[in-house]
């Protein structure tokens, strides 16, 4: 160096540099090693999870078919518009541009924002479900400004217009937040946004007819477009459902609730040989698509309120979840259980009618009187006279014995949801009822004895009893499924058993079998085969060969008779037929429509035309009068 | 005889030097294509390589002095590109800064890059002189006017990464100007008590705003840090070279982090954190080296210098060289705040390619010339 010598230190000062250089190289090497080796693994993982998107595939839901293999419930592919949640930074910003260009309800959607900001980011969200033509144009149009939406199909579920069986086949809907708590919702990998059976079969065989959903694993760039496609599995399509159905004879019910008086009621049809039901309406009814379809609009918002707040509780499965006093239906298991129990006997079963009966200073009058008849004519002409005495020698013990033997106080066991249990006579059940009058009296037990005040039972229940009787004292559990169609073939390793009903109690007993002796039995039908064959309560709904045999019934609702404004005593008709060989056994209950022959028993008949002709393939002998309204 | 000359050129040219620029260049190119493989940045850097191979040979086997004597007259035109660069029209506005001026043909280049040099050579030529004692008051505040219109200019712009990096260069030259020791050291711990200080004070009266704050905090604790904000090129980057491990990513080049644009300005500010995920910890490091090797050779030039204004410009060129590599790829590596400062030989951009050319031509004649009296 040819000018240090006029310098301070220079060449040190050059070598502090190079040093100082040096180091700082170092530095940046130590800082890679750390951040390549020692975390390159842990920084490798984020960096490919950040790119990696999982999109569900969702799985078709299994079809429902009646038992002649008539598809009642489909769905159908519609188009929803997702949002992947990683690329954005804040989500309720979006709520307004969206909800503007969507026409989505802003509350929904901010309601909906909230939800899933507690769930991992990878998830998507469905912004709108069903969108249409326009939506899918209006997201394509919006591609620059809102790059996280797009476009998925997705099957939707399709129930039959008239909300036909919406009772039974219940309704899907989207996982609510309460259920996702839940540990049973939890346990099968539910997440939000997941379509489940709400209610009805779709609820109870949920599992069979949700499927899997699959799922596509992409690349996407840093706005979420997708670049790749990594893997793909095929969702696993849910399985169908054959239930035990009749459509042919559902539709008769459902007409027959249609036209009806008011409107309002049940009609049950099953096989008594072995609980399936073939018809089950209840009215008013509501429309299944209301959930499926339209629940997250405005409207449906709306639909749903009104639904809730009718008086006339449409939502209601009048069939399981109601509760009626029976009526003089009462009396048939109250004929068995009192031959059985020896209050009277097959030798000498006439009591005294008497027009009525009092008892301390009260009367309780009969609707005709009877003299002294036997039990078949008692049946016959629904004599309340003979029954009170009746009850009166049974006892409320034996009338408690009764209801136990019969099941009546316990749930049939239907494969839907939300079965009520029945109300049947007790002691214990007056104190809770009347704490003011807490004693049992016998006035009490006469009212036990002919199905008022203290016999309030749900059509399913009753129409159990009655179909117990017809079979000689098989008590089956009624139910809808058939079978849950086998999937695949046999031998290969996809392939899955077909599965009958199961009692959801797998200790309940199906048929639970009544030791009732043949001989009580037979008097018992054969009084109801009287009240439609031989000048009975009944008569007027008669088919000549094919005998159908059944017992009237009014419930009391005011007074017995009394009022005869909208608060008319229902009207009640349970049946079998044919009398001696039953292959269904049918109930029919109007709501206030006064006695039992008047409304329920030609309903009845109606639907026993609809199946004289599918079974006999001929018209019905003796076409009924039509009570309309 | 010229002819004579141009031989024993040849023999003292350093030949190491332009190697491993030459080496840099072509492996950064290689990394922009792999950083944007649809796009033509690669051909536009090798056509920058031609260029700058050109421009450095013939400053190489220029002299310097001459060179330096025309100093002045260089620092003005640069000072007149940067103000040309604020005309509107003129100047090319890229991410709210006014940085480039358009070249029809070949895009834009960034006067700021050139200013580099020129500053360079002005502080090169004031301080150039021999000296007998330590450097006054009076040459202090002239250097640092010398650097004062340049950055002014480009504060205007406003471009704050290349104004940091003028910095160093004007540091080397009072260090080596034989200012005094206890004045370097006296800064130097007034530095590490007052930046720190004016930090806190900073924050405690929110002079310093939050988003400035989370710059900071960023290359603290990258993982806390706002990921999807102010931290998000940190992280990436960091993601980025942490997946290269230690012999480069075994993803498919389609789904990269540049590919897939989860790293931002992968061909430019980032071009480094593409290398680790590419090359890995090894090829990083043979980078390191590489640099090493540059400045070394460099700073052994500067040695060998027959004057001291060539030992000067050098030196400068080493001091904006090192800081340059050291923040840029200490952004890459998450030590260092984001701050637009390409890395020198390896970003694309053709002014800072072509610049770090005639740097390297400039070294290369104080080289040729070290026998020459």
């Known amino acids: 160096m040819k000018f240090e010598d006029t310098s301070q230190n220079l060449r040190a000062r050059l070598r502090f540099i190079q040093v100082l250089v040096v180091m700082m190289l170092t530095v940046l090497s130590v800082r890679l090693y750390v951040l390549q080796v020692v975390r390159g693994d842990r920084y490798a993982e984020i960096a490919v999870n950040q790119r990696l998107r999982r999109l569900p595939i969702p799985a078709p839901r299994g079809v429902i078919f009646d038992r002649n293999g008539e598809p009642i419930v489909d769905s159908r592919p519609i188009y929803n518009v997702i949002m992947s949640r990683e690329d954005v930074k804040d989500l309720q910003s979006l709520v307004e541009p969206l909800a503007e260009g969507l026409g989505i309800d802003k509350d929904i959607l901010k309601e909906r924002f909230d939800l899933v900001s507690s769930m991992p980011a990878f998830e998507s969200i469905q912004v709108k479900q069903d969108a249409t033509s326009n939506d899918i144009a209006w997201v394509e149009a919006h591609n620059l400004e809102f790059p996280e939406l797009r476009i998925e199909q997705q099957p939707q579920r399709k129930y039959p217009a008239d909300g036909m069986l919406a009772h039974v086949l219940g309704y899907v809907g989207e996982i609510s937040p309460e259920q996702l708590k839940q540990s049973t919702f939890k346990d099968k990998g539910l997440k939000p946004g997941d379509i489940i059976g709400q209610s009805g079969i779709e609820q109870i065989y949920d599992d069979y007819l949700r499927g899997k959903d699959g799922y596509r694993e992409v690349v996407v760039d840093s706005r979420g477009r997708i670049q790749d496609e990594i893997e793909t599995v095929a969702p696993t399509p849910g399985r169908d459902l054959l239930t035990t159905i009749d459509l042919d004879l559902q539709k008769a019910a459902e007409e027959q609730l249609r036209t009806s008086v008011t409107q309002r009621g049940v009609i049950i049809a099953m096989d008594p040989n072995n609980g399936e039901i073939l018809a089950l309406a209840s009215f008013p009814n509501f429309d299944p698509n209301l959930f499926s379809q339209r629940i997250t609009t405005k409207e449906g918002k709306a639909e749903y309120a009104a639904l809730l707040n009718d008086p006339e509780t449409p939502l209601l499965n009048r069939a399981v979840q109601s509760r009626y006093p029976p009526g003089s239906t009462w009396k048939i298991p109250m004929s068995v259980a009192g031959l059985e129990q020896g209050a009277i006997t097959l030798e000498h079963s006439n009591l005294v009618c008497g027009g009525g009966i009092t008892i301390g200073n009260k009367f309780t009058r009969c609707m005709g009187n009877h003299g002294t008849p036997d039990v078949k004519t008692a049946i016959t002409h629904s004599c309340d006279g003979y029954f009170y005495r009746l009850g009166l020698k049974m006892g409320i013990g034996g009338i408690m014995k009764m209801v136990d033997e019969f099941d009546i106080n316990k749930r049939t066991g239907i494969d839907l949801p939300n079965e009520v249990i029945s109300w049947t006579p007790s002691p214990d059940f007056k104190r809770r009822m009347q704490p003011r009058d807490p004693d049992w009296r016998d006035i009490d037990t006469v009212y036990s004895s002919f199905g008022q005040v203290y016999d309030v039972i749900t059509p399913i229940a009753l129409l159990r009893t009655i179909a117990g009787v017809s079979t000689g004292g098989n008590l089956y559990i009624p139910h809808l499924l058939k079978e849950v169609r086998a999937v695949g073939n046999p031998g290969t390793p996809d392939y899955k058993q077909p599965v009958g009903f199961q009692p959801l109690d797998p200790a309940k007993p199906n048929p639970k079998k009544l030791p009732i002796p043949e001989e009580i039995d037979q008097t018992v039908v054969q009084g109801m085969w009287q009240v439609v064959n031989a000048g009975g309560t009944g008569a007027g709904i008669r088919m000549a060969g094919f005998d159908i045999a059944g017992k009237t019934g009014t419930a009391q609702v005011v007074g017995l008779g009394k009022d005869t404004g909208k608060n008319k005593d229902h009207s009640w008709f349970v049946s079998y037929a044919p009398a001696f060989k039953p292959e269904i056994a049918l109930v029919a209950l109007i709501e206030n429509s006064g006695f039992g022959n008047m409304h329920a028993a030609p309903a009845v008949r109606r639907v026993y035309d609809v199946y004289y002709r599918k079974t006999r393939h001929a018209e019905p002998p003796g076409a009924v009068q039509i009570a309309q309204k | ?373």
Not at chain 2, 24 to 30: D, E, L, N, P, S
Not at chain 2, 112 to 139: C, D
Request: positive net charge; contains cysteine.
């Open chain 2, 1 to 373: 005889m010229p002819a004579i000359i141009h031989k024993r050129s040849w023999r003292d040219f350093d030949w190491v030097l332009a190697f491993m620029a030459l080496g840099i260049v072509a492996f950064g190119t290689v990394q922009i294509h792999y950083a944007q493989p649809t796009q033509s940045y690669w051909v536009k850097q090798l056509i920058g390589l031609g260029i700058g191979m050109v421009a450095m040979l013939a400053i190489a086997f220029t002299d310097y002095r001459r060179l330096l004597n025309w100093a002045p007259v260089f620092y003005v035109f640069g000072l007149v590109l940067l103000v040309v660069v604020l005309v509107p029209g003129i100047g090319m506005r890229i991410n709210g800064q006014q940085a480039w001026i358009k070249v029809p043909g070949i895009g834009q280049f960034q006067p700021s890059e050139f200013v580099k040099v020129t500053t360079a050579m002005m502080l090169a030529r004031y301080f150039g002189k021999n000296r007998a004692q330590a450097l006054t008051i009076k040459e202090m505040i002239v250097g640092g006017l010398i650097l004062l219109c340049p950055i002014a200019l480009i504060l205007l712009e406003p471009d704050v990464g290349s104004v940091l990096t003028y910095m160093p260069i004007l540091a080397v030259v009072l260090f080596l100007s034989a200012i005094r020791i206890r004045l370097v050291v006296a800064t130097a711990l007034l530095a590490i008590v007052m930046i720190p200080l004016t930090y806190w004070i900073g924050v405690k009266t929110n002079l310093v705003k939050k988003y400035q704050q989370e710059r900071i905090n960023v290359i603290y604790d990258p993982e806390n840090a706002d990921r999807r904000g102010i931290g998000y090129h940190t992280w990436q980057s960091i993601l980025t070279v942490g997946e290269g491990g230690l012999f480069g990513s075994r993803q498919s080049s389609e789904h990269s982090q540049s590919s897939l644009k989860f790293l931002p300005e992968p061909h430019t500010d980032f071009i480094y954190a593409v290398t680790a995920e590419t090359t890995g910890f090894v090829g990083c490091v043979l980078v390191l080296v590489a640099y090493a090797v540059l400045i070394s050779r460099l700073i052994t030039g500067a040695r060998r210098s027959s004057d001291r204004s060539g030992m000067l410009v050098i030196m400068a060129i080493v001091g904006g060289l090192t800081f340059q590599v050291f923040i840029n790829i200490g952004m890459a590596l998450g030590i260092s705040p984001v701050i637009g400062v390409p890395l020198p030989l390896m970003s694309a951009g053709l002014a800072s390619l072509i610049a770090t050319f005639i740097a390297i031509g400039f070294a290369m004649s104080v080289q040729l010339r070290r026998f020459v009296n």
